[in-house]
């Protein structure tokens, strides 16, 4: 029985995670930049975040505010902007665990 030749870690681009895999549909992966080339740190980046989020909550709870105020009857944009404020939210916290679970791991690794 003849295998397939599965051996991806040879073809992995230098400064990636991903195989540059041989089919037409795959994107080519590019080389993780780093330093000064990244422009922006991941403090910046996590912060830029975390500032869209709060940014859509408080256009929700805005929303919400001004409906039942009766400032707005648009009922639609108000449950879409609650909804979407919600899915960013969950996301925040999935990566926030994730990261949690990624600092755990690092923490318990001996040197």
């Known amino acids: 029985m003849d295998l ?10 230098s400064g990636t995670f991903v195989p540059d ?10 080389p993780i930049p780093t330093g000064d080339a990244a422009g922006t740190s991941f ?10 989020v709060n940014s859509k909550l408080n256009t929700a709870d805005q929303g919400v ?6 400032k707005t009857n648009n009922t639609q944009k108000v449950v879409t902007s609650v909804e979407e404020a919600n ?25």
Not at 21 to 30: D, I
Not at 43 to 52: A, E, H, S
Not at 65 to 70: C, E, H, K, N
């Open 65 to 70: 505010v001004d409906l039942a105020t009766g």
């Open 87 to 111: 899915l960013a939210m969950s996301f925040t916290i999935a990566v926030r665990n994730k990261l949690l679970e990624a600092y755990t791991e690092i923490n318990r690794m001996q040197v």
């Open 4 to 13: 397939p030749n599965y051996d991806v870690m040879s073809r992995v681009a």
């Open 43 to 52: 403090k910046d980046t996590v912060k830029q975040i975390l500032g869209d």
């Open 21 to 30: 895999l041989a089919t037409p549909a795959a994107p080519k992966s590019e």
